[in-house]
């Protein structure tokens, strides 16, 4: 009775480990040994990782003399990535930054993902935007000390104020970019439109 328990706890144990490390690209023998075959592959699918990859980590359970039950994994997968290919989840994987691996067959998906993929730019943009504009701001001081400065030759002073020119045009260029950014994002949110 006491042995049982202690194989129970184990096989939890290792079932949980096995839910963690679904991510990774191989498993332990003994995440092999007591793998959930159906929840490896739910937890994959609802990841929106590729059958083909997930498949070759449960096939590399091979290697320890364990046979993977494949049909309880792609039964799995296939219910994991019911879940993960919903368009509002397509919204959600596109706002993150993810990238769209093809997983998902569904029109409605891919709109989603592209629509929440066109948000996330635009906010990398405007983050790229405010650290160039840092840099420049940071350079114009030091190039503003350093003319201010009484052994600055002449050909400095030439280079250092075609410099100064340079990057006020960036600067400016850069703030009418930003202040257009309020504009792209008010368009019309993602609305999920269901098929009937």
């Not at 191989?26 to 609802?46: I, K, V």
């Not at 994991?80 to 691996?101: A, D, M, W």
Request: net charge neutral; hydrophobic share 30%; glycine share 6%.
């Amino acid at each position: 009775m006491k042995t049982d328990v202690v194989d129970m706890i184990k096989k939890l144990v290792f079932s949980l480990a096995l839910i963690t490390l679904s991510g990774c690209t191989s498993l332990s023998q003994e995440e092999c040994a007591y793998a959930n075959w159906q929840q490896l592959g739910y937890d994959h699918g609802e990841s929106g990782k590729a059958y083909n990859q997930g498949i070759d980590t449960v096939k590399a359970c091979r290697e320890f003399g364990i046979s993977p039950d494949v049909a309880l994994y792609k039964e799995g997968y296939n219910n994991g990535l019911q879940h993960y290919c919903k368009p509002e989840n397509g919204f959600t994987v596109g706002i993150r930054g993810e990238s769209f691996n093809g997983v998902c067959n569904s029109k409605q998906f891919r709109k989603a993902w592209e629509e929440g993929n066109d948000r996330y730019q635009i906010e990398a943009r405007k983050t790229e935007i405010n650290n160039r504009l840092d840099t420049i701001n940071r350079r114009l001081e030091v190039i503003s000390n350093e003319l201010s400065a009484a052994n600055v030759s002449s050909n400095q002073r030439r280079e250092l104020t075609n410099e100064r020119r340079v990057l006020d045009d960036e600067r400016s260029s850069l703030r009418r970019e930003r202040s257009l950014i309020p504009l792209l994002n008010k368009l019309p949110s993602f609305r999920v439109e269901y098929e009937l």
